[in-house]
Each structure stands twice: as structure tokens, then as C-alpha cells.
């Protein structure tokens, strides 16, 4: 097996192994590949830049139609850097990992500034710029330009530790460093494109993490992993620790004429540069709060803790000074935004996935009681 080779730095047996590998994967493309993505249709660096940032963390089902609307509102990179940072945040809201789309708008306008608007075509540009990595660098080469840059994403990393039974976590830097070897070496000097998205595309959709499609697999038969009969064990598994819960509680503050306060938050950090609530920890002693109404906690899981949020809603008699008076609480007025929210005719701006189901929530529960209001006067 590879591996063993691999030990024994017997170059020529790996070589053709690794040939057979990427041979059997492209016949297997070429049959039963995904062709029909939309970032595989009219192919430059920009549209594959784009849907590989999205689709780090993020399946492909749920990245389609999020692409879709980025691509018709930014179609090119000029158009992504002179967008206001709220509207880029606007179409990612609901997508998660916030940064991306942060260090994604940057990066479009390093580009715009100081590149003269074009996009860089090597390894080492790409990873100079915000948010990009040697994997999403060489994915973004080597589709967009056949380079044979090795790529190593979640998925790829699937299948190189189950076909070649690379023991351990992809974390730590040893096992890393040994797929990172796999990769460069499994990579052809030919239909680097093809070959990419066929790897990424098996990892996606037969050589996925539970149950995984054996039988359907083009490299099943060389599979270690498969011969051991442990398919499952590869990739090791991350050390598990215990995630921990904070919680927090939200002020829903809405005025006489059915707007919500939003506070826009710091650039860095938790929902950067996104509009959220006011916490209630911080301002519920020194605002005059009138009939507060406790909503059920709903917990939201970020990546390293879960957040149980409890909603607080208050209809407020008097308003002018509560956006003030929040802001004063937080930091300055000139440096917190504060918005007065309306539900009817919503702004184009970024807000976190729990903000806008209580949101939709409120909206849904002032529908549902004008309608009974309808109803009991007929």
C-alpha cells in the first residue's frame, strides 16, 4: 500500500499509484461528476473565488442559492469593492462564519486599490490577501487556471486519509503534513480542473463523513481503509472537550410606531460588523423598560460555545432618547449605530440567522393578531 511505500521512499511505486488514483477519479468525473454547479458554468477566478469561500464549513444545497443572489447583486470584483459593507453582509446573512464574508470584501478592495482591479493568477497572491489559505488558493489556481496547485479541503482530506488509512486527526500537524504529501503527490500534471472538482466531489458526495456510497466508489478497491474493514475510523476523529454555554438576554425594544432597536457591532468578534439586539444584561438597569414580555430561550451553537439567548420584548411609550441612551450605554454615539428597525420594509443590512427569526417571529405574532383583530370585528 501507499503508505508503506511512502516509508520506503520507493519514488517510482508512488508514482504510479498515485497515477492510477487520479486516472480512476477522472473516469469517474467524466461519468458521474456534478457538472451543472453554477460556479462551474462561465469559469473565471472571481466566480470560483467566490464559491469556494462559501463553501468553506457550508454544504453545497445551501450555498446554490446564496451564490446565485451574490453573483446577480456583485457580479465582479469592482462591483463587490464598491458595495457598502452592510449590503455585502446583508446577502450573506443566514450563511454563518461572518469573517469570510468580511475578509472576502477586503480582499476586493486590496484588489480594486492596489492591484488595479485584477485578479492575481499565482499561489502566492492569492494567499497574500485576506481569509484565503494554501487549500482555497489552490483550488482557486488550479480551476481557474489548470494549475497543478494541490488542494486539501475537508473533503479531500476524507479521502485521501480512508484511501491510503492515514491514522489520526487532520488537526494536528503531522497528520497534516502527511496529507498535504498525498495531495501534492495524487495531484496530475494534466486536467487539474477536472481533477479538483472530482476529488472535492467524491468527498461530497460518496465519500461522506456517515455512510459513506463504498460500493459506488471509483477507488474502492484500492481503499485501505475499505480492505481493513474500518472506513469509519478515518479521519480520526477530533479530541472531544466540552463545549461550553453562556447565555445572554436580548431586549426586543420596540417603539410606538412598530420599529425595533438594532445596535450595530463592533467590526471584530461575535456577528462582526452585524446588527443585532441589545443585550439585556447591559441595559436593562439604566433604561426605562415598561411591560417586559419573556420569550422562550433559543440556544444558537458557534463553533466553540453554545449561546442560550433569551428575548425580552417591550413595546416602549416613549422612544426618542432610547437609541441614545443604548448607544451611551455601549460605547458613544459616534461610535455605535443604532437603527430603528421596521419589519414591513426592511433595510438591506447584515443580521445574524437568530436576530432574524425573532424578528420574522415578531412580525409573524403582529399578522397573527391584527388578523383575530379582523376577524372579531366582522
Wanted: charged share 20%.
Amino acid at each position: 500500500m501507499l503508505k508503506k511505500h511512502i516509508a520506503q521512499d520507493s519514488g517510482n511505486d508512488q508514482a504510479a499509484q498515485a497515477s492510477n488514483f487520479a486516472t480512476r477519479l477522472l473516469q469517474w468525473f467524466d461519468a458521474h461528476g456534478r457538472k451543472d454547479l453554477p460556479w462551474q458554468q462561465n469559469i473565471n477566478a472571481y466566480r470560483v473565488w467566490v464559491s469556494e469561500i462559501m463553501l468553506q464549513q457550508t454544504q453545497v444545497a445551501t450555498v446554490i442559492p446564496y451564490y446565485r443572489r451574490f453573483m446577480q447583486s456583485f457580479p465582479t470584483v469592482a462591483a463587490l469593492a464598491a458595495a457598502a459593507d452592510d449590503v455585502v453582509l446583508h446577502h450573506w446573512s443566514g450563511l454563518g462564519y461572518y469573517s469570510r464574508a468580511r475578509n472576502l470584501h477586503a480582499a476586493a478592495k486590496i484588489i480594486a486599490a492596489d492591484l488595479e482591479g485584477k485578479l492575481p493568477g499565482d499561489l502566492e497572491s492569492w494567499q497574500a490577501l485576506p481569509g484565503i489559505g494554501r487549500s482555497t488558493a489552490a483550488a482557486i489556481c488550479s480551476i481557474s487556471f489548470e494549475s497543478t496547485d494541490a488542494i486539501l479541503d475537508g473533503n479531500v482530506k476524507r479521502v485521501l486519509a480512508r484511501h491510503f488509512a492515514v491514522p489520526g486527526w487532520p488537526g494536528h500537524a503531522s497528520v497534516s503534513k502527511k496529507l498535504w504529501q498525498l495531495a501534492e503527490l495524487c495531484t496530475p500534471s494534466q486536467r487539474n480542473r477536472d481533477y479538483s472538482q472530482a476529488i472535492m466531489d467524491l468527498g461530497a458526495t460518496l465519500c461522506v463523513r456517515s455512510k459513506p456510497r463504498c460500493q459506488d466508489c471509483p477507488l474502492a478497491t484500492s481503499c485501505e481503509a475499505k480492505k481493513q474493514g474500518n472506513v469509519a475510523d478515518f479521519p480520526g476523529r477530533k479530541p472531544k472537550r466540552t463545549i461550553p454555554v453562556r447565555a445572554t438576554r436580548l431586549l426586543m425594544l420596540e417603539n410606538s410606531s412598530g420599529e425595533l432597536l438594532l445596535l450595530k457591532r463592533p467590526p471584530a468578534g461575535i456577528w462582526g460588523g452585524l446588527w443585532s439586539l441589545p443585550e439585556h444584561e447591559t441595559f436593562a438597569e439604566n433604561l426605562p423598560l415598561h411591560k417586559p414580555v419573556e420569550w422562550p430561550t433559543l440556544r444558537h451553537t458557534f463553533t466553540h460555545f453554545h449561546l442560550d439567548i433569551t428575548p425580552v420584548h417591550c413595546v416602549l411609550n416613549e422612544h426618542r432618547d432610547m437609541a441614545a441612551k443604548c448607544a451611551a450605554l455601549q460605547g458613544s454615539r459616534e461610535t455605535t449605530q443604532t437603527l430603528w428597525y421596521d419589519i414591513d420594509n426592511p433595510p438591506d443590512i447584515g443580521l445574524p440567522a437568530p436576530i432574524s427569526k425573532l424578528l420574522a417571529q415578531v412580525s409573524n405574532a403582529r399578522h397573527s393578531s391584527n388578523a383575530d383583530d379582523q376577524e372579531v370585528g366582522t
